[in-house]
Every structure is written in structure tokens, then in C-alpha cells.
């Protein structure tokens, strides 16, 4: 009698990841860095058992999202994430950009002469200017109560902006725009702070930044994988109790031929006699021949 051997979730993932087309895709974006990028893969997917309850190929397609980008998936890094999410019952990929991620992007482009983005502690904010964007940091902080986050920009052509949101503003714009909020599963709750930055600097670079073409297709991806989350977690997740509807069959009931004959005449309009025209009008319609009215 053969005993069938399960094969563990990363053995799944390395079967997968040996395919020579995944192999081209992942050569195709990093050339020779795939192996690299491949192996960092591997090792995320083994040190985490929530990232493991996720079907391998779609690890793999979310992976490949990072990689075009030339982003790196180490969590230590910051630059892009792979997070798990619960949706139906069912745990799902997700690659994320990190604020680090669109910082590197933002560099790339050659435009920018700082870039940065941080935490706002007690004491270290003694001015706001709301008319400039300007904001003095220079106080000294007092404790480690965040008080806000803020973003910062100068491009080569000496252009500066600065984007600031408290604490408050953060959790009430993540709270409006998120539903998953609340989860257990999302990086609110476990990387506040990460996501908050990331809030401030993709409002900063997207209203007032230099978007390379590589930036608009990353922050688009990102713009639509967050709303893909929440389709697919909270769509269709109320019933609607709609009554269904009597539709009574009508009889069918043959008329005689004279009868329907005779109901077709009686159904023929009269022709109705035209309106008599005003002879005043008619002379006075002749005597504008002229295209110019007489007054």
C-alpha cells in the first residue's frame, strides 16, 4: 500500500518558483538580481506561517508586482510588503509599497534634490504656517507622544512643499477610506506608524511631486489593490430579502375572424380636418419675401 507524502507549503512554493516560465518573468525585471530577489522570496515565505496559508502561484504573481518595480520584499527594508489578508475566510497576497518604496521611486527620477518623510513628537513642533506649508521642527521634544506626521519635498528647481496631518487626521482618513481598518490582518494595526508616513508621502508626491511614468504605474497599482481588498472582503456581504414578484399568465382566448375585423375598423382614427389658415396670414407671408424681417 503507497503512502502519499504532503509536501510542505515552501516545498510547494520552490516547485513553483522552478517553473522556467516564472524564472524568465523574475529575469525579465531584475535581470541579475532574480536569484537574489527569488531566494529573499523563499526565506519570507518560510518565517511566515500566515503568508504560508496563502496559495503559492498567488505569492509568486504579487511578488512579481514588487519586482518590476525593482523593490525589495525584505520587511527590514521597508521598501514593498507581501501582507496576508483574511478575505471570506480565506487568506490572500497582497504586495504593498512601503514609504521607503515610494521614496526610492521618487529618487529615481532624477528631480528631487530632498525627500522625507517622519514622526512629529510632543514638544517638537512650535509652528504650522497653514498659508506657506511651512512648519518650524526646531523645538525640543518632550515625550514620546506622536502628535503628528508629516512629508517634505525640494525639487532641483528649488520648488519645497511640506504636507502635515495629526494623529487624528490620519485615524479618521484610515478609518473613511479603509475598512479594514479595524482587522486584525492590516498593517494599521501592526505598522501604524509605516502606513501613517506612507498616508502623508503618496499625498505630498501626488499632488505636488514630479510623478515619473514608473510612479503613476505604482501608485496606481497600489491605489487599485487596496480596492480590490475591500471588494472582495465587504461586496455582496449583506443579503437583500427582496419579495418575489406574483406574475399571473393571461388567458389566451381566440377571437372569430369578423369579430377582429370588425374591431379594426372601429380602431381606425377619423383623419382629422386641417386648421383653416388665417387669409391676414397668408398676405403677410407673401409680403416678406425679403430673408430680413420688416422690423
Not at 32 to 48: E, R
Not at 172 to 200: G, I, Q
Request: proline share 5%; aromatic share 10%; hydrophobic share 35%.
Amino acid at each position: 500500500m503507497s503512502t502519499q507524502v504532503q509536501v510542505s507549503p515552501v516545498q510547494r512554493l520552490k516547485n513553483a518558483l522552478s517553473v522556467e516560465s516564472v524564472q524568465e518573468q523574475f529575469r525579465n525585471a531584475l535581470q541579475d538580481s532574480a536569484n537574489l530577489f527569488v531566494a529573499s522570496l523563499i526565506d519570507l515565505y518560510a518565517s511566515d506561517s500566515m503568508l504560508q496559508q496563502c496559495e503559492p502561484k498567488d505569492v509568486i504573481m504579487e511578488a512579481l508586482k514588487a519586482a518590476t518595480l525593482r523593490l525589495p520584499i525584505n520587511k527590514n527594508l521597508g521598501f514593498a510588503y507581501i501582507v496576508p489578508y483574511k478575505t471570506k475566510g480565506k487568506m490572500a497576497p497582497q504586495m504593498q509599497i512601503g514609504y521607503k518604496g515610494l521614496i526610492q521611486l521618487a529618487m529615481r527620477t532624477g528631480f528631487y534634490r530632498y525627500l522625507n518623510a517622519d514622526i512629529v513628537y510632543e514638544g517638537e513642533l512650535k509652528s504650522w504656517n497653514k498659508l506657506t506649508g511651512e512648519m518650524d521642527l526646531s523645538g525640543e521634544r518632550k515625550s514620546d507622544k506622536v502628535l503628528g506626521y508629516f512629508a517634505y519635498l525640494e525639487l532641483l528647481n528649488g520648488f519645497t512643499k511640506t504636507v502635515y496631518s495629526t494623529t487624528d487626521q490620519i485615524v479618521s482618513h484610515a478609518k473613511r477610506f479603509s475598512k479594514s481598518f479595524s482587522s486584525e490582518y492590516s498593517p494599521w494595526k501592526t505598522d501604524f506608524d509605516s502606513m501613517a508616513l506612507k498616508t502623508v508621502l503618496r499625498a505630498l508626491l501626488t499632488k505636488w511631486g514630479y510623478m515619473s511614468v514608473e510612479m503613476v504605474q505604482a501608485v496606481d497599482k497600489d491605489i487599485e489593490a487596496d480596492a480590490r481588498r475591500e471588494i472582495e472582503e465587504y461586496a455582496n456581504s449583506e443579503e437583500l430579502d427582496i419579495p418575489a414578484l406574483e406574475i399571473q399568465d393571461a388567458e389566451y382566448q381566440e377571437i372569430p375572424a369578423e369579430e377582429e375585423k370588425a374591431g379594426r375598423k372601429q380602431a381606425k382614427p377619423k383623419k382629422e380636418e386641417e386648421p383653416k389658415q388665417d387669409p391676414k396670414q397668408e398676405t403677410l407671408a407673401a409680403e416678406w419675401d425679403d430673408p430680413e424681417p420688416p422690423f
